[in-house]
């Protein structure tokens, strides 16, 4: 049965090893991955900003991990999705939706303003359909260039 809760420090293997999973199927992917700097920042994350988990039988099968923080224009907050991850085998499962839905029950518990969700993948149909059904609206898109061969 799924269930999401906090990540925790006892989750940052189980986080690392979906950090690789997600890193493969991203754009980011021809940049090269820094081990220490990934687990340092899925401190930050756990101790320091949002990060939840989704677990199947207490194996951690999804992911999402984000910040509230100013712009740079502005005083007020906004809560930005930082990355969301599902395993490819749980994709279509409850896990996505109970990710984002925690993740803006959070927002609104914090009083945050404007909510920004993305997709990196490059296979983003489901996720925005998901996005969607939480009230977001598709603005803008990606677009990248790999200057280093």
Known sequence: MLKIRRATEDDRLSLFKLSLSMHRETDFQHLTLNPQKLLDNLGVWIHQQIGLVVTDDDVVVGMLFASVQTPWFSDETYGTEDLLYVLPEYRGTRAGYMLVR?????????????????????????????????GMKHMGGNFIAHLKE
């Open 102 to 134: 925690e993740f803006m029950r959070e927002m609104k518990e914090r009083g945050v303003q404007h909510i920004r969700g993305g997709v990196s993948t490059g296979t983003g149909l489901g996720a925005e359909r998901l996005y969607e059904h939480f």
